[in-house]
């Protein structure tokens, strides 16, 4: 009959979930204000390439994207393995990149035409004749500042 | 007496907050935009090409090319990717006067006052073949990108005792003046063998 005996009748107490719809909350707020809302789904593969000298885009609404890689998998039945361009949310050729450009000009305000840019999102291992395809064709549709697109590499 | 209010249940508000927070999970992405950001030359028609500019000097150009198979060759010499940095380098400030180098000349900035910089006509050609991976492509760019700041950062520390990111933009301007970042793009050709 000691005092320290434990009572083992009494059952564990539950532990409190009060706090549970806090901590998700937080959570929430967290992912909600670092991530950005997704804009196109992507169809093709794309791996950046790695570099050190990369700076950050300041505006992302007067950013155009032209992607280029692999199709994925799914896709690859109707279009091959060989590399695409994509823009929006569909295949292009590379001939339809003025269009491209001129209707992301109709959407943005005009006096922001001269500071918008057009990054590319080109995989690692795609050849560089698509690449300058490209370049020529967005020179022609006089959109001039571009950005390689590139992951910070770890030093 | 007034009747006491039935608590509302709580229990399912995590569940609700779980479901916000799988929908925002799944439709956001946090990649940054970072890349490397480059201006390309004016769209010039063909028909009117100006043929009769004077052509640059040939110690004024810094010829880099990667072949299909991604090797590089600067200036003549078969050359790896780690060495094109320091080699760009040498080539932006032309130290010693080397005839082979681009020409020198002492010219007046602000603040910074007589500086000798290389030949405004000076650029960095980089060549590339049809087959060239777009990865070796950018590594060579960002090299070639690096050496310039790299020189960009000295001179700031020299001049004016600070970080090239911490000064002013007019600061910025007078460092960018004496090392400007020409880097052309040329349009590509076949090197290296046929396919």
């Not at chain 1, 339809?96 to 918008?116: G, N, V």
């Not at chain 2, 990649?31 to 110690?59: C, H, N, S, T």
């Amino acid at each position: 009959m000691s005092k320290f005996k434990k009572d083992n009748t009494k059952e564990l107490p539950a532990i409190s979930t009060a706090s549970l719809p806090d901590i998700v909350f937080m959570l929430l707020f967290f992912f909600m204000s670092t991530t950005s809302m997704r804009q196109n789904t992507l169809m093709v593969k794309i791996h950046l390439p790695e570099a050190t000298e990369i700076n950050k885009m300041e505006k992302k609404s007067l950013v155009s994207y032209v992607y280029v890689g692999v199709p994925v998998p799914a896709m690859q039945h109707i279009y091959g393995s060989e590399p695409h361009i994509q823009l929006n949310d569909k295949f292009a050729k590379v001939t339809e990149i003025p269009d491209f450009i001129e209707a992301e000009r109709q959407a943005r305000d005009e006096s922001e035409i001269p500071q918008m840019i057009t990054s590319l999102k080109v995989d690692e291992f795609t050849k560089m004749g698509i690449v300058n395809e490209i370049k020529q064709e967005l020179r022609k549709a006089a959109a001039l500042h571009i950005n390689y697109s590139s992951r910070k590499a770890e030093k | 007496m007034p009747r006491k209010m039935p608590e509302i249940p709580s229990a399912s508000l995590a569940d609700i907050a779980f479901l916000l927070l799988i929908f925002f999970l799944v439709t956001t992405t946090m990649d940054q935009d970072k890349g490397l950001e480059r201006r390309l030359p004016q769209w010039v028609p063909e028909d009117q090409m100006d043929q009769d500019a004077p052509p640059i000097k040939e110690r004024n150009i810094f010829v880099v090319l990667i072949d299909k198979e991604n090797r590089l060759m600067v200036e003549g010499e078969i050359c790896r990717v780690e060495d094109l940095k320091e080699k760009a380098k040498l080539f932006l400030t032309n130290p010693l006067d080397l005839p082979n180098m681009p020409e020198t000349e002492v010219r007046e900035f602000d603040i910074v006052g007589n500086y000798k910089v290389i030949s405004k006509s000076a650029v960095i050609s980089l060549r590339n073949d049809v087959g060239t991976t777009y990865g070796a492509y950018i590594q060579v760019q960002n090299e070639l990108v690096a050496a310039i700041n790299e020189l960009r950062q000295e001179l700031a520390m020299d001049k004016f005792g600070k970080s090239y990111v911490n000064l002013s933009t007019d600061e910025q301007k007078i460092i960018q003046d004496i090392y400007p970042q020409k880097i052309s793009e040329a349009e590509p050709k076949r090197i290296g063998g046929a396919k």
